[in-house]
């Protein structure tokens, strides 16, 4: 019996990429999203990789009934939770916005499963949660520091909830068993370029903000801050590709159903263990891609942190999980992304 998977926010960036990965690898996908931070290129791109229409169910998960009804409705082995506001700027001009939807919606979500027999949580945390680290690499043990934002604070806040869930249900027919995992910096697209990120308005991130200022959408890249204490100036971060992270969910969900989980809530870096500074990444960019980016150093960004990058050692021996491409792979379908996108 194939088991079932579903996906919150499963058309979304990462969730739609998790979604075809979860389906290559044998299960069968459950995507329910409420279309509040995308439109349906992802979903439509998922049907098109896959060749067949993907179950969707749209639904808001801040609606109880309606996260009741739909584990009611059907069998769920297991759910991954990505459907959250994730925008850390309007965070901290909306707080209360973000708190009641990212916490309400996750809540419902293990109520819903508690209820119907799910026994199965991912909840996809961040890196944010080690804030400007003591000591990098950071491992799982490296000290979570206190949120910088709203956004910052609602996965704090999630890793929290699932935790103490787990507890609670330990040994009960409710039991809840919970993997949390810890994204880096997720970028690129699906090599078929027929998924990948949409960011609404102005990208905050990085990546986005490249390739639209090399197809022109955007008249500069502005490179936060040259003064860092970094070998060139600038910040460092671990940049993952989006199918080696889908793929770390198609491990931990595999984990979970099978019984090989050795607590009752994990937690896991998913990250590449190769720090790399901004302007490495613009350099590698032009390189790979055969384009010239137009960008200027500009003053820091508030509450950006010097360096971060994981050890994925955890990742790699208890998932058997290992990020495998290299940032100029990435960079290329992130390119490819972009450019169909613009009808290139
Ligand atoms: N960054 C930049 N220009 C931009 C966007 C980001 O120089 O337009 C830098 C940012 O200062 C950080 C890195 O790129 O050092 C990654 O930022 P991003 O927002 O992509 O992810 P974060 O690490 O903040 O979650």
């Known amino acids: 019996m194939k088991k079932t998977v579903l996906v919150s926010g499963g058309a979304g960036f990462i969730g739609s990429h998790v979604t075809?990965?979860?389906?290559?690898?044998?299960?069968?996908?459950?995507?329910?999203?409420?279309?509040?931070?995308?439109?349906?290129?992802?979903?439509?791109?998922v049907c098109a990789i896959l060749g067949k229409?993907?179950?969707?169910?749209?639904?808001?998960?801040?609606?109880?009934?309606?996260?009741?009804?739909?584990?009611?409705?059907?069998?769920?082995?297991?759910?991954?939770?990505?459907?959250?506001?994730?925008?850390v700027g309007e965070s901290v001009e909306k707080p209360l916005m973000?708190?009641?939807?990212?916490?309400?919606?996750?809540i419902n979500v293990l109520e819903a499963a508690k209820a119907h027999g799910c026994h199965n949580v991912l909840f996809s945390s961040s890196a944010t949660v080690?804030?400007?680290?003591?000591?990098?690499?950071?491992?799982?043990e490296s000290p979570r520091q206190p949120a910088t934002s709203p956004y910052g604070n609602t996965k704090q806040m999630c890793e929290d909830i699932l935790n103490d869930t787990v507890r609670s249900t330990e040994g009960s027919k409710e039991?809840?068993?919970?993997?949390?995992?810890?994204?880096?910096?997720?970028?690129?697209?699906?090599?078929?370029?027929l998924i990948g990120e949409l960011p609404r308005g102005v990208p905050n991130n990085l990546v986005p903000f490249i390739t639209q200022t090399a197809i022109g959408r955007r008249e500069c890249l502005s490179i936060f801050g040259?003064?860092?204490?970094?070998?060139?100036?600038t910040c460092l971060r671990d940049y993952i590709d989006i199918v080696d992270l889908a793929k770390a969910h198609v491990y931990a969900v595999r984990r979970m159903l099978e019984g090989k989980m050795k607590k009752g809530c994990e937690v896991f870096n998913v990250?590449?263990?190769?720090?790399?500074?901004?302007?490495?990444?613009?350099?590698a960019f032009e390189k790979v891609n055969g384009v010239k980016l137009n960008w200027k150093f500009a003053p820091r960004r508030a509450g950006?942190?010097?360096?971060?990058?994981?050890?994925?050692?955890?990742?790699?021996?208890?998932?058997?999980?290992?990020?495998?491409?290299?940032?100029?792979?990435?960079?290329?379908?992130?390119?490819?992304?972009?450019?169909?996108?613009?009808?290139?």
């Not at 990058?309 to 992304?337: C, F, H, I, M, Y």
Request: charged share 25%; net charge negative; aromatic share 12%.
């Open 175 to 193: 039991e809840i068993r919970g993997i949390l995992l810890r994204y880096f910096n997720p970028i690129g697209a699906h090599p078929s370029a």
């Open 271 to 283: 990250g590449t263990g190769r720090p790399v500074s901004v302007l490495e990444l613009v350099n």
């Open 98 to 106: 973000y708190y009641r939807n990212n916490l309400e919606s996750f």
């Open 130 to 140: 080690y804030g400007e680290p003591e000591k990098v690499p950071v491992t799982e």
């Open 53 to 87: 229409e993907m179950p969707l169910v749209k639904m808001d998960f801040c609606d109880a009934a309606a996260a009741d009804a739909l584990f009611a409705g059907h069998k769920i082995d297991a759910v991954i939770h990505f459907a959250a506001f994730k925008a």
């Open 226 to 233: 040259n003064d860092y204490p970094t070998a060139d100036g």
């Open 20 to 45: 075809v990965e979860l389906v290559q690898a044998g299960y069968d996908v459950l995507i329910a999203d409420n279309f509040s931070n995308c439109d349906e290129t992802n979903y439509k791109g």
């Open 304 to 344: 950006d942190v010097t360096a971060i990058w994981a050890d994925p050692t955890l990742a790699n021996n208890e998932l058997g999980w290992k990020a495998e491409r290299s940032v100029e792979q990435t960079l290329a379908a992130a390119w490819a992304w972009e450019k169909r996108l613009a009808g290139k």
